[in-house]
């Protein structure tokens, strides 16, 4: 694996330019895999990254912690899901969510630990780390293909 960026947020401003600037680099079918503890700022980027990506307005971007999915369409669609409550690979699968890989869309994916075994190879990672309060660690990886 490659680290692609690596930067320090000493907000949740600054966390969501990074997601607003890398959401503007953003190719279709790119799947994007977030990880981080409760709160570590996955939101707050995806946020941004909608902002960046679709030319929407960021403060419509909320965790489809309860419906699994919110799609956010303008620019580019935006397919965000939220897998904290995800039982097994075989649920998602059951949904029909593995067909938003390819669908021409972005899809970023909260949580995506749940489904490791099915992600495309071509996502990046997005780790997001405590560091104090507001200061967060975030780098993005390329997964390895090989």
């Not at 935006?78 to 075989?90: A, E, G, I, T």
């Amino acid at each position: 694996m490659s680290t692609l960026i690596h930067y320090y947020s000493n907000s949740a401003e600054e966390t969501q330019e990074v997601g607003f600037n890398f959401g503007l680099t953003l190719p279709a079918n790119s799947v994007i895999c977030f990880f981080g503890e409760l709160a570590a700022g996955k939101t707050t980027f995806i946020k941004g990254l909608v902002a960046g990506a679709s030319q929407l307005d960021p403060n419509i971007v909320q965790s489809p912690t309860f419906s699994y999915l919110h799609i956010y369409e303008g620019k580019q669609i935006v397919y965000h899901f939220d897998l904290y409550r995800l039982k097994d690979v075989d649920e998602f699968l059951s949904m029909g969510f593995d067909e938003y890989f390819e669908s021409g869309g972005i899809c970023c994916v909260e949580w995506s630990e749940r489904i490791h075994s099915i992600l495309p190879p071509n996502c990046l990672f997005v780790i997001l780390t405590h560091q104090t309060e507001n200061r967060r660690e975030i780098k993005i990886i390329e997964k390895d293909t090989k």
